[in-house]
């Protein structure tokens, strides 16, 4: 757009603060989420896996009360085949709620012709967008924290013990992990939202890249990993470093970041993600769980790379939106 | 008429040079404009002629190229929330959250705009009342026509109770009936003190309520007056008067001609005659016919129209655009 620097210099100079209006926005928009068929739906949808998974754990569980010192956070990870677990099912469910909770936020606005008189209030675009986001994760939020403690229900009443404090802990911060994993997936939807002028299209983009990286990316990095690091000698660094690339190259993938962060935080017993040297596990009695700060430790770069991506995205979506010229 | 505030304090909107390009259109071209306190002033001209640009320029919604603009006395570049606080917008294309009632959509403007929640309910019922909606206040907004959505954008205007109120093609898309209903509201806002910015392509449509008006034409406003200035400046006589008398037997036509200010007189058909004249001269002629000894029943000044002064302004422009090139060559 015709945009001269000076134009530009002048706009940073703009006096208000840019966050006039946002709880308005964030209040009108989590009202019409969480009134809405769309997200009826998907609540009806998530409520039915995580009792039919929690339902199918339990009988698993049963047996080993009292040895197994943690019981609640094998209620997300235990499935028995052919149903994978709770955390297997949100690896997509969250995704997708994500996608439904941001496709249609900017270019719904549009079609409707709303968001010129929107605009026209006395708010910066800055606080319509980031209102828009935080509505969305407040939602997704919302509706997790609601499966959080159904789950912890049903474990209460079906298992007859209460959860350890160190489950609680942990289970929360798998909470907070799968928040910043859907803001992945909801600033990618918004962004598709700017960018194109139908919501269907913004859909379809957002469930497209979700399925590349799902489906197709893991593939992807294990053929160039192969390609560039070639095992020709069949040493063990060979293998090693072939396996490091392929890792690095998956982390590039949310999914990736989200299954190491939830392996990590369920599983205490886990003391390291990827490939592991023999040297690493000297001193350690191998089978003994992490403390909680220790897990946290081992995936804080992962938890950071969601919330990095989450924030690129945003920035990105946002300057387009800043740009955009609004005639509707 | 232009409530006659020439000088700098009544000046609400002021622009300078104010210019937008879209690479190489110029969508509105170097325009200076200022529009005086309590005026309805009327940005007309065909599709395309830049003025919902120049809207959105004056509203902060869009960036100027080049030049300025003073709404209020704020700058709508670096102060738009300034600007937007005191100045009610409906865009040409009104559209509303059609899955909630009115009565919500107006509480979410109320709430961005941060008036209290109380005063914000009292607000409400105000507009509706005074908007006619008040008994469908509570229906959602998908099951309005097009008229009451249009009346629902001027009772979220009301709302912020503006200093001014800038309307884009506010006709748009109503029947006659309502467009005449809906014109009419806007005297009212006039009589309110708010100051009205209406833009239109529909010259004739929007003429009676407008004080003044800017023809725009590609960009520029290249006429700018009162609606009898413009006629005067353009077609030469700038009033029409249509008179009737009672008595038919004479013709009154002569002794027309002869009133002080008249330019022409005609006949039109028994008893129905027509005048030209350079200003309002209704009480001569009023005179004029007492003394010819006739009845007079009706005498009324008929507006000239602007799509004619449009017309004819062009037609005078392409021919010397003509006579320059032909000297030229
Ligand atoms: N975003 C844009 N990019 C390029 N050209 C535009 C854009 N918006 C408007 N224009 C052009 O600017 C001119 C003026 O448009 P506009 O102000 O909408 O006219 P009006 O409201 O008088 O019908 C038109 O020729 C239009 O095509
Ligand atoms: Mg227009």
């Keep these: 757009m015709a945009t001269t620097p000076q134009a530009t210099k002048r706009k940073w100079e703009r006096e208000g603060s840019p966050w006039t209006g946002l709880w308005a926005v964030v209040a009108k928009e989590m009202a019409d989420h969480l009134t809405g068929v769309r997200m009826r739906i998907l609540e009806i949808l998530i409520v039915l896996t995580a009792i039919g998974t929690v339902y199918v754990a339990i009988q698993n569980l049963r047996t080993t009360v009292g040895e197994d010192p943690f019981l609640f956070l094998r209620l997300f990870t235990t499935g028995k085949d052919p149903l994978p677990a709770f955390v297997g099912f949100l690896g997509f469910l969250v995704p997708l709620i994500a996608i439904a909770l941001g496709f249609d936020a900017v270019n719904g606005e549009m079609n409707r012709r709303t968001l010129s008189r929107v ?76 960018v194109f002028r139908q919501p269907a299209t913004a859909a379809l983009s957002s469930i497209a890249v979700w399925l590349f990286f799902t489906v197709f990316w893991g593939m992807i990095a294990q053929l160039v990993a192969q390609g560039l690091q070639p095992v020709r000698f069949g040493l063990p660094q060979e293998f090693l470093s072939q396996a490091q690339l392929e890792l690095g190259l998956a982390r590039i993938s949310p999914n990736t970041l989200y299954g190491e962060a939830v392996l990590a935080l369920l599983h205490p017993t886990v003391r390291a993600l990827g490939p592991v040297l023999p040297i690493q596990l000297q001193g350690a009695i191998l089978g003994t769980p992490l403390p909680l700060s220790q897990s946290l430790l081992l995936i804080w770069p992962q938890l950071t790379g969601l919330i990095a991506a989450t924030l690129l995205l945003f920035v990105l979506g946002y300057v387009l939106f800043q740009r955009q010229e609004i005639r509707a | 008429m232009s409530s006659g505030s020439g000088n700098g304090e009544g000046v609400v909107i002021q622009t300078e040079g104010l210019t937008k390009r879209y690479w190489d259109l110029v969508a509105v071209d170097h325009l200076d404009l200022s529009i005086h306190e309590g005026e309805v002033f009327g940005v007309l001209g065909p599709n395309g002629s830049g003025k919902t640009t120049t809207i ?100 979220e205007l009301l709302l912020k109770r503006p200093r001014v109120v800038i309307l884009d093609e506010p006709t748009l898309g109503l029947d006659p009936e309502a467009a005449r209903e809906f ?133 005078e422009v392409s021919a010397d655009g003509n006579d320059t090139t032909s000297n030229e060559a």
């Design chain 2, 56 to 155: 959105l320029m004056l509203l902060g919604l869009t960036e100027p190229t080049e030049g300025s603009a003073r709404v209020l006395g704020f700058d709508p570049v670096r102060q738009p929330l300034k600007v937007k606080a005191h100045v009610g917008y409906l865009p040409d294309q009104v559209g509303f959250y059609d899955e909630l009632t009115a009565r919500e959509n107006l509480s979410y403007i109320a709430k961005l705009n941060g008036i209290p929640r109380r005063e914000a309910y009292r607000r409400i019922d105000e507009s509706l009342e005074r908007m006619g909606l008040a008994d469908v206040a509570d229906r959602r907004v998908g099951t309005y026509s097009r008229g009451m959505k249009q009346r629902l954008g001027l009772a």
């Design chain 2, 183 to 315: 014109l009419h509201t806007i005297e009212g806002l006039k009589e309110e003190g708010i100051t009205v910015l209406l833009s239109s392509h529909l010259l004739h449509q929007v003429q009676a309520v407008c004080d003044r008006v800017g023809l725009f034409h590609r960009g520029k406003m290249v006429l700018e007056g009162t609606v009898p200035e413009l006629a005067r400046r353009v077609l030469g006589g700038a009033y029409r008067i249509r008179l009737e008398v009672a008595d038919s037997t004479q013709d009154l036509t002569e002794a027309l001609r002869r009133t002080p200010g008249v330019v022409s007189a005609r006949r039109v058909d028994g008893n129905v005659y027509e005048l030209e004249a350079g200003e309002d001269v209704r009480s001569e002629v009023a005179r004029a016919v007492i003394e010819a000894g006739a009845g007079l029943l009706s005498l009324e000044r008929e507006e000239p129209s602007l799509d004619e002064i449009y017309a004819r302004y062009f037609q």
């Design chain 1, 119 to 194: 605009l026209a209030q006395p708010i910066y675009r800055d606080a319509l967008l980031f209102g828009k986001f935080l509505a969305g994760l407040f939602t997704l939020a919302l509706v997790l924290a609601a499966i959080w403690l159904l789950i912890y229900g049903l474990g209460l009443l079906r298992l007859g013990v209460p959860p350890s404090g160190e489950e609680v802990a942990r289970s929360l911060w798998f909470l907070v992990a799968t928040v910043a994993y859907g803001g992945v997936w909801l600033s990618l939807s918004l962004l598709f939202s700017i």
